[in-house]
């Protein structure tokens, strides 16, 4: 074997040895979970799991504290191998003449594997392997990586590791930030970590700051008027709090991705001012006991969030249900999904927006809504509807376009919580029956803001001129009916906006949209205690107006003509001119093939010369007979409609010689007790049973009826058709009937 051999086969153990003397990753610390905001804005932080303040590292060390470290602990950093062989020569002789080591060599690059080995003996012998593990750091990495990795992982005084978790900690702001002051200061630190103590050594640490600065202005990175202003900044008092802006964002990424950094889109400055308006409102409302807030305020054009308050968590100690995030908390949604129905029955064709809708008493399988108010208005447009959020007309408007269908749809929009089948639902999921996210419910009223303005990468089950006309009739301020407490709120902007509020009083929601922000509120409590008055209009919205009023002001939407048609209307019914239909309107609706029917409750009527009564031919010679176009409702809708419509004019009595056979429609409605309801009656204070009031209409206001209860004959009605009775417990008939011989029944129970 030839010696060159024999030397490489000596050599080749040490090779080898060298190369893979240093771990592939040399930091294994758990780190903090950092939030931070596009623009670098720190949002939050936890601490890790060690019990310090470690960050994830950044990208890169910032120019002021890299001069300054260098400066300070290693000035020939960019030229040496990882050893600086003329600071061991100066060492040597420094510790010889004294007779102790005074002074020591560690370049940055060997610090680097020092605090990376937190184990290892301070002796010669690791003193030598750190050289030589730093000669081998010095060829994997580049200059900027290794300063970049002392940076990250210098212990800065405290629990505190690495230079952006200091710059936060001591100065609240990142490193890139920091004056010459601020990165002298940390730059001295982790060579005496324990002088940053507050109220100790901090005499010592000005010194050391002070000649930094000193150092600074000698090699020229700082000229003398820079350096006497850096000397005149103070120390910091005490270590800062860490921010934390955006509590329950954090803690939601946390459990689904561990400790790490986290970048998102929430804007600073507007999480600060949602953070203040949250708390401006809490204190209000921690005093009717409701506690919990979650506020979402999303940017339309890109779906991500601007702003995310998941809860009450800080605003005061031991709060109850504060740490539960509210935004992808399910809670049952009150009313904000009757906007989507609305939408969806415009684009399927069976409404417009001023179809008449049947508002009256309502029974099915003893489901009997009533709307707030506790009144009825016997015929209401369906956007007016939407507009006053009433309950009967949209349990109807839900029949009608069918629960299973509607389901679909609110699946199909990104309700994952609504994960049961139609049956379970039933009607109620209008009025609260289902469970929904306040960032499912934002999320949809987003979606269809991006669909009308025609964003690629957006679709929604619902037409662009569907959903114009429903931010439309969302856009009219006012909610009488659904909220008791309600109030004229004036943002100075148009905003599509819609409250809820759950049975009970245990939610209250308010979610609006506008070209640029979709806003979602929820007031409550985590624990679903309800409380009186607390409702979506009287304590959701007052915080929603607070928000929209912090966002920049937004131009509304622009008309979807390509997606509108002209339409003639009735005026009265809303519903496409018949021939007959004396006044007519033009609206603008969803450009479909399939629209209801033309209006049916204008019709034809016949009149005795003087227009007291209607006649026929059995009672009046035709010649005589005056035509006239009449609006007629049903009896149980005109009962309710004349007591809110004061121009609403019901037909003549017939004439006393009318032949009512040759009139097929029943003029008699009952409207209370609907069909298969059951009644529980109580007694009053004398023990006396408090008995049912059964209720009719008749399209003849002179009318007389008779009532008959399991075919006894129990009284006799005109005018205001309400009768007292007290049926026993069980099953009944009931039997409405009028002279000419037309009748209505319902059957009943008792218990």
């Known amino acids: 074997m030839s010696k060159f051999k024999k030397i490489i086969l000596i050599l080749a153990p040490f090779v080898v040895l060298y190369i893979f003397c240093l771990p592939w990753k040399l930091f294994k610390s758990p780190v903090s979970a950092t939030l931070t905001a596009a623009d670098g804005t720190l949002l939050g932080a936890r601490i890790s799991k060690t019990g310090q303040w470690y960050f994830p590292p950044a990208d890169k060390v910032p120019e002021k504290f890299a001069k300054c470290i260098v400066t300070y602990e290693d000035k020939r950093f960019w030229w040496h191998p990882g050893i600086d062989f003329l600071s061991i020569g100066r060492a040597l002789r420094q510790n010889a003449s004294k007779g102790e080591v005074v002074s020591g060599a560690s370049t940055i690059t060997m610090q680097v594997i020092r605090l990376s080995r937190p184990g290892a003996p301070r002796n010669i012998p690791e003193k030598m392997l750190e050289a030589v593990m730093a000669t081998r750091l010095e060829i994997r990495h580049s200059k900027r990586k290794i300063l970049l990795l002392y940076a990250s992982n210098a212990p800065f005084g405290g629990n505190v590791v690495g230079l952006e978790a ?9 490193a890139s930030e920091l004056s010459w002051a601020e990165s002298a200061m940390l730059a001295v630190l982790p060579n005496s970590p324990a002088l940053i103590h507050p109220g100790r050594n901090r005499e010592r640490l000005l010194q ?24 005149d900044e103070p120390l910091p008092d005490k270590p800062l709090p860490m921010p934390d802006k955006a509590y329950h964002l954090l803690e939601r990424l946390r459990a689904e991705g561990g400790d790490k950094a986290y970048t998102c889109t929430l804007d600073p400055a507007l999480q600060d001012r949602i953070n203040a308006i949250a708390a401006n409102h809490f204190e209000e409302y921690h005093s009717n006991l409701v506690d919990n807030m979650g506020i979402l305020v999303v940017d339309v054009r890109t779906g991500e969030p601007r702003a995310y308050y998941g809860n009450t968590h800080g605003l005061a100690k031991g709060l109850r249900g504060a740490d539960v995030d509210m935004i992808p908390a399910a809670r049952s949604s009150g009313s904000t999904l009757k906007p989507l129905l609305y939408a969806a029955m415009l684009q399927s064709g069976q409404i417009l927006p001023t179809t008449l809708i049947k508002d009256t008493p309502y029974n099915y399988n003893n489901f009997s809504p009533h709307n707030f108010s506790r009144t009825f208005d016997g015929a209401v447009p369906a956007d007016e509807v939407i507009a006053r959020s009433l309950n ?3 349990v109807r408007m839900l029949e009608q376009y069918g629960a299973q269908r509607f389901l679909e749809l609110l699946q199909e929009m990104g309700f994952s919580t609504i994960d049961k089948d139609a049956d379970h639902y039933g009607l109620s999921l209008i009025l609260g029956g289902a469970e929904i996210t306040l960032g499912s419910i934002v999320g949809a009223y987003r979606n269809m803001a991006a669909k009308l303005l025609d964003i690629s990468g957006v679709d929604v089950p619902l037409g662009r001129g569907s959903i114009w006309l429903t931010f439309e009739a ?5 909610r009488p009916e659904e909220e008791a407490s309600w109030r004229d709120f004036s943002s100075g902007r148009k905003i599509a906006w819609k409250t809820g509020t759950s049975w009970g009083n245990r939610d209250a929601w308010s979610v609006g949209v506008t070209p640029e922000y979709a806003v979602g509120v929820w007031v409550g409590n985590s624990d679903g205690e309800g409380r009186a008055q607390m409702t979506g209009v009287g304590y959701a919205s007052p915080v929603m107006f607070d928000v929209f009023t912090a966002l920049p002001p937004s131009r509304w939407f622009s008309k979807p003509l390509d997606d509108l048609v002209p339409l003639e209307v009735c005026h009265k019914s809303g519903l496409p001119a018949s021939r007959i239909c004396p006044e007519r309107d033009t609206l603008l609706v969803p450009d479909i093939k399939v629209r209801p ?14 227009g007291q009564y209607l006649v026929n031919s059995s009672c009046y010679p035709v010649e005589k007979m005056v035509e006239k176009v009449w609006f007629v409702l049903p009896p149980a809708m005109e009962w309710y409609y004349i007591k809110n419509h004061i121009d609403y004019r019901p037909l003549p009595p017939k004439h006393p010689g009318f032949d009512a056979g040759s009139d097929s429609g029943n003029p008699i409605e009952i409207i209370y007790p609907q069909q298969g309801v059951t009644i529980v009656t109580t007694r009053g204070l004398d023990g006396e049973e408090q008995g049912v009031v059964v209720r009719a209409a008749h399209a003849d206001p002179t009318a007389r009826l008779y009532w008959h209860l399991d075919d006894n004959y129990v009284g006799s009605t005109t005018g205001e058709h309400d009768l007292m009775l007290r049926p026993e417990p069980g099953a009944h008939l009931l039997v409405a009937m009028d002279a000419g011989g037309a ?6 129970i008792v218990k």
């Open 597 to 610: 029917d033309d209006c049916k409750y204008h019709r034809v009527v016949h009149l005795d010369a003087d």
């Open 392 to 394: 009967v007309p949209s």
């Open 474 to 478: 969302l856009s009219r301020a006012g």
């Open 743 to 748: 009748s209505r029944s319902v059957y009943f």
């Open 166 to 174: 200091a710059a936060w900690r001591y100065f609240g702001r990142p």
């Open 208 to 231: 050391k700051r002070n000649f930094l600065l000193d150092k600074l202005l000698e090699n020229g990175t700082i000229d003398e008027t820079e350096c006497e202003l850096a000397k």
